[in-house]
C-alpha cells in the first residue's frame, strides 16, 4: 500500500454511504463499531492521535445519525398514525383521509368505497385477497349495507339520509295535499278519499315515517346509493362510519393476532426516544434502539419509501445487510483499520470476527 492508500485507510471516519438510508444504515453500523472500539479498547499511539481520531469519528457518526433519525421519525410517525391506529374511529378517519386535506379535495369517492370493499374482503378471508373466485363487488356491497343498517343506531350518515328522504317525502305529501282538497289527496295517494284534512295530516305522519333509509335501500344499487349520499351530504361521514364499525373489527382481530400491539408499543417507545434525546450518547442509543425496531419488526421497512422519502428502498435488500452487519459480517476489516491507527482490538473479538469475515 502506497502512502496516499495508508492515509485514506488511517481515517477510520471515512464512509462509501451515498446518503441513502441503506448506505447510511452500513455506515451507521461500521462508524458505531469504530467508536465503541476507541471508547472500549487500549489506544497505543499518540494521546492527541487518539482525541483526533474521536473526535473526526464522532462528528461522522452524528451526520449519519441525523440523516438515520429524520428518515426514522417520519417512517415511525406516519405508520403510527396511519397503519397502527388501534382506536376504532381515528382508525377509520385516517384510514378514510390519511393526509388529513379534506375528503373531496383528496379522494375520488368511488374510488374510496372500493378500497373499503377491497379491506373487508381481505380481512373476511384472513388477511388474503382472493386469486381466484373473488367475490362480487355489488353483491359484498349490499351485504355491508345490510350489516350497517342492522346498526344504523351507529351510522349517523344514515339517519343524515332518512332525514333528507324524509324532509322531501313531506314536502312533496304537503304540496299534493294543499294543491288540491284532502278527498282527492286521498284518492290519488291510496286510492280512497279521506273523510277530514286531519285524517290527511295524520296519513302524511304515517308515510314519513316508514320513509327511512332502510325502507329503500333494497332498491338501490352501489352507484345509485352513493348518489343518495352526496346528494345528503353525507358521503365522507358514511365511508368513515363504514370503515369504523364494520372494516376495523376485521383489521384489528387479524393484526392483533400478528402482535399489532407489542409492535406499536415497541415503535412508540422508540420514536418518543428519538424525538428527545438531548445528548449523543442518548441520541446514540435511541437511535441503535430504533434501528432494532426496524429489523425486529421487519414490516416497518415496508414503510420507507412512503412515509421516510426513500423511493427507491428495497426492505428484503435492507433486511438482509441488517442481519449481515448485526452478525458481525464486516467486524474483520474494521478491525484491521483500528490497529492501523493503534487501536489494540483484543485477540479473541480479532478471532470471532475473522471467522464471521469468512461465513
Known amino acids: 500500500m502506497n502512502w496516499y492508500g495508508k492515509i485514506l485507510y488511517s481515517q477510520i471516519w ?8 441503506q448506505e447510511d444504515l452500513v455506515a451507521f453500523y461500521e462508524l458505531e463499531y469504530k467508536y465503541q472500539s476507541l471508547k472500549n479498547y487500549e489506544f497505543t499511539g499518540m494521546p ?12 461522522a457518526f452524528y451526520e449519519i445519525m441525523e440523516r438515520l433519525k429524520e428518515t426514522l421519525i417520519l417512517t ?9 391506529i388501534t382506536e376504532p374511529a381515528l382508525w377509520a378517519e385516517r384510514r378514510t383521509d390519511p393526509y388529513g386535506e379534506g375528503f373531496m379535495s383528496s379522494f375520488d369517492a368511488t374510488n374510496n368505497l372500493e378500497g373499503i370493499i377491497g379491506e373487508y374482503i381481505r380481512y373476511q378471508n384472513g388477511g388474503q385477497v382472493p386469486v381466484y373466485n373473488r367475490p362480487n363487488t355489488e353483491t359484498v356491497f349490499s351485504n355491508m349495507l345490510g350489516e350497517a343498517l342492522e346498526m344504523s343506531n351507529q351510522f349517523s350518515s344514515l339517519q343524515g339520509v332518512t332525514n333528507m328522504i324524509q324532509i322531501e317525502e313531506r314536502e312533496r305529501l304537503e304540496n299534493d295535499l294543499y294543491s288540491d282538497d284532502f278527498e282527492n289527496f286521498g284518492i290519488n295517494e291510496r286510492g280512497e278519499a279521506f273523510q277530514s284534512e286531519e285524517e290527511a295530516k295524520a296519513y302524511i305522519e304515517e308515510r314519513v315515517k316508514e320513509a327511512d333509509i332502510g325502507h329503500f335501500a333494497q332498491n338501490f344499487g352501489k352507484q345509485e346509493f352513493m348518489s343518495l349520499l352526496e346528494g345528503s351530504g353525507q358521503m365522507e361521514t358514511f365511508l368513515v362510519e363504514l370503515n369504523q364499525h364494520l372494516v376495523f373489527p376485521l383489521w384489528y382481530n387479524y393484526w392483533r393476532g400478528m402482535g399489532i400491539d407489542d409492535t406499536r408499543d415497541m415503535v412508540e417507545e422508540a420514536y418518543k426516544n428519538l424525538t428527545s434525546a438531548s445528548s449523543f450518547e442518548e441520541f446514540h442509543l435511541a437511535l441503535e434502539v430504533a434501528i432494532q425496531t426496524c429489523h425486529q419488526g421487519g414490516s416497518m421497512l415496508d414503510y420507507l419509501s412512503e412515509y421516510g422519502g426513500e423511493d427507491d428502498s428495497n426492505p428484503q435488500e435492507i433486511e438482509n445487510i441488517m442481519t449481515e452487519l ?17 487501536v489494540k482490538v483484543p485477540g479473541s473479538v480479532k478471532k470471532h470476527n475473522l471467522q464471521m469475515a469468512k461465513v
Open 14 to 21: 471515512t464512509t462509501k454511504s451515498d446518503g441513502s438510508f
Open 48 to 59: 492527541q492521535r487518539y482525541e483526533s481520531i474521536l473526535e473526526k469519528v464522532e462528528e
Open 76 to 84: 415511525f410517525r406516519g405508520w403510527l398514525e396511519t397503519h397502527a
Open 326 to 342: 448485526t452478525g458481525g459480517k464486516s467486524n474483520a476489516e474494521w478491525d484491521k483499520q483500528l490497529k492501523a491507527i493503534g
